[in-house]
């Protein structure tokens, strides 16, 4: 039932046009029928019974009508006008007139009534002002048969409430969860924006230390080949054989320096993020194949679908440092990289038929980047059977690909 029981800014339903529609022309043929049958009316003139219904349908307007509704005020409007009109024609005039006079006033009653008016509108309206009829009426079987369309009326009435009330509920409830979800995509941006703000920093503390590797590797091998140099500028003339021995070692120390530097500044140059995760990872096992000598397959199966730049970037940092790992401690002659797409994860093994490590625990490198897979929701195995294969698998989810 509707639960205002005071003022309230009210905009109507479908439902309140139709009962106004339904109200009106039943006001309407109501005068028209009893103008052309005004011998009904017996004492009653019709200019007074004219007056009545008028007022019956004018006066409660004011209390029920768009953007403004009161539940007390236009009950009690209905309850005076009705019951003065019920007074007037039943105990005063000794008339009898039809139920329909007083059919619609208990529909819209139904209609209107609350939890709180209804302890004192189903009395009056429902008891008191039928009672008032059956003086006027020569049987009670009558009385009772009308007394079954009142009941009738009201009950259509509380039926159009019901479905009023639900309609608000309804409403309600989507207004209720429009604005769930604009919180919830609110605290979405938030927390993406928190976790963009992760990555970064993730991205500028990996290119700092990227970037202290470089100045150490440097600052070592330049600083030798300077102090090389300078002790065999003084032992060229003295000692020839002995100079040349030191240059030949400086050349060495220069080469070895020059190829560090070289993969320090591999590994900082940031990849191109607009290209496809497979386009990247071939890059880096053909780039690494060329440098190495060593044959590398390379394969991917699945759908390929664009990643987000940070798992790009974890995937690239995972390989390089497998494939280094591979090369430099377990001396492998082979090695097969497998990038797999499913719709909801994505992994990369890196098989190698080199050494197998000395050690369960991985080492400083694969640890490193065994975290960052755990801080992104990912999984890191090593298995160590005629060779060794390390495996990665990252969740994905794709509907956020558009916000990275």
């Known amino acids: 039932m509707k639960m205002e029981t005071t003022r309230v800014a009210w905009h109507w339903t479908r439902t309140d046009w139709f009962i106004f529609a339904l109200r009106s022309s039943w006001y309407g043929t109501g005068l028209i029928y009893y103008y052309v049958e005004q011998e009904q009316l017996g004492q009653l003139s019709y200019q007074t019974f004219f007056l009545f219904t008028s007022l ?29 009109f019920s007074i007037l024609v039943n105990n005063i005039l000794g008339v009898y007139l039809s139920t329909s006079v007083i ?83 609110q605290q979405n941006k938030v927390l993406q924006h928190y976790a963009n703000e992760i990555e970064r920093l993730a991205l500028t503390e990996e290119r700092n230390r990227m970037a202290r590797d470089l100045h150490d590797t440097i600052g070592h091998h330049f ?22 021995e030191k240059l030949a070692t400086l050349s060495e120390v ?16 940031p990849a191109d993020e607009e290209s496809l995760l497979t386009k990247q990872l ?31 970037h974890v995937f690239q940092r995972y390989l390089q440092e497998c494939l280094t790992n591979a090369k430099r401690h377990g001396e492998a002659t082979y090695i097969r990289v497998s990038l797999h797409f499913q719709p ?21 490198g694969l640890s490193k980047m065994k975290q960052r897979l755990q801080e992104i ?15 990665c698998q990252i969740p994905i989810r794709r509907d956020s690909f558009g916000s990275n």
């Open 56 to 84: 019956g349908f004018f006066l409660p307007l004011f209390f029920w009508r768009p953007h403004y509704f009161h539940v007390k005020h236009y009950l009690l409007t209905e309850l005076v006008v009705t019951g003065a």
């Open 344 to 364: 909801d994860h994505l992994s990369l093994s890196i098989y190698n038929n080199g050494k197998a490590m000395s050690s369960a625990t991985p080492g400083f």
């Open 103 to 185: 059919l619609m006033p208990m529909l819209m009653v139904g209609y209107m009534m609350t939890r709180d008016t209804s302890k004192w509108t189903i009395p009056l309206f429902l008891i008191a002002i039928p009672l008032n009829r059956i003086w006027t009426m020569d049987h009670s079987f009558t009385f009772f048969i009308q007394y079954i369309d009142i009941l009738l009326f009201f009950s259509i009435g509380i039926g159009f409430n019901r479905i009023t009330a639900s309609q608000k509920r309804f409403k309600q409830l989507l207004a209720a969860n429009a604005q769930q979800l604009n919180e919830i995509e």
């Open 282 to 312: 071939e890059k880096l096992t053909l780039d690494f194949s060329t440098h190495t000598e060593t044959p590398i397959d390379y394969e991917w199966s699945g759908t390929e679908y664009e990643a987000p730049p940070h798992i790009k």
């Open 223 to 244: 600083t030798s080949v300077a102090i090389g140099l300078d002790a065999a500028i003084f032992m060229i003339d003295r000692q020839p054989e002995l100079a040349k």
């Open 377 to 391: 929701g990912g999984t890191f195995e090593i298995k160590q059977e005629d060779g060794v294969t390390i495996r």
């Open 254 to 269: 220069a080469r070895t320096g020059l190829s560090e530097i070289r993969r320090t500044i591999h590994q900082i140059a």
